[in-house]
């Protein structure tokens, strides 16, 4: 076998993971290969949508703005968790789903037309920026983000004979590397006194923690993480503490996830209203 083939592939694959995971590995590898377990949500829908329990955990993990705030979901293909955020659009709020790639962005459109309340449209905006240049246009301007970055997916790698044939660790320092991009970017676009929550279904430390960790190192003067609270929902989940946020994975969590989730807050400015955007 030539080095090539050694560092990548279903065995390097399973090296890396192994090696990250430890005795656990083929109990969340055995987890990870089952279809995900999914949940109905329908508050404020006309229909129900069906999505990971995970996710609406992240979802659920941003709160509420203030009265006439703006929340933007950054990357939202394909649609569920803005179907879930539309729950804080109210009190003169707006939500703004945001997804850059136009095939996902058409999906997107054509979930929420056919799952939300037409009451609440006119308050959701569809758009097509990539989110990574979002402050080269705009700074301050949101009181609530969610960022649900791209990721390595190792479930759904799992699932794909191609994918998994073509896997490589580059995958998780290349990823890692965009998810900064997005981070830092969402972060000038956030206003003081906002929060973001930052989520991936990635499994490696270095999509998760290790992204948010860089953001600390660069502000950490103004931000400052958050305590996740359970929403209470769904009893199965079994979200396990990191040090900057909290992961749900398969294995212990009923077949939700994976969902890592980092809750972060701005700094209020010195004189302005806490959890209040400026434009």
Known sequence: MTAKKKESGPVAFESWYSGLFGDRWPTLKSALSLPATR???????????????????????????????????????PGG???VLTRLVGDGSVLVSNEF????????ATVLEEHLDPAKLPAVTVTGYDAAKWAGHERAAADRILLDAPCSSERHVLASSRHLAEWTPARIRNLAQRQWALLSAAWLVLAPGGILVYATCALSPEENDGVVSRLMKKYGDEAVPAEYRSSGRYPELRPERTEFGVHI???????????????????????????????
């Open 81 to 83: 968790k803005t179907l």
């Open 249 to 279: 994975l398969p294995d212990t969590s009923g077949g939700a996830g994976p969902m890592y989730m980092a809750i972060l807050a701005k700094k209020a400015a010195a004189g302005e209203r806490d959890g209040s955007a400026r434009t």
């Open 101 to 108: 790639s136009r095939d996902r962005r058409r999906r997107l």
């Open 39 to 77: 949940v109905s949500w329908d508050e404020g829908l006309i229909k129900p949508y069906f999505l990971d329990a995970g996710s609406v955990e992240a979802a659920l993990s941003l709160p509420a703005p203030p009265p006439g705030g703006r929340i933007i979901d950054m990357c939202a293909a």
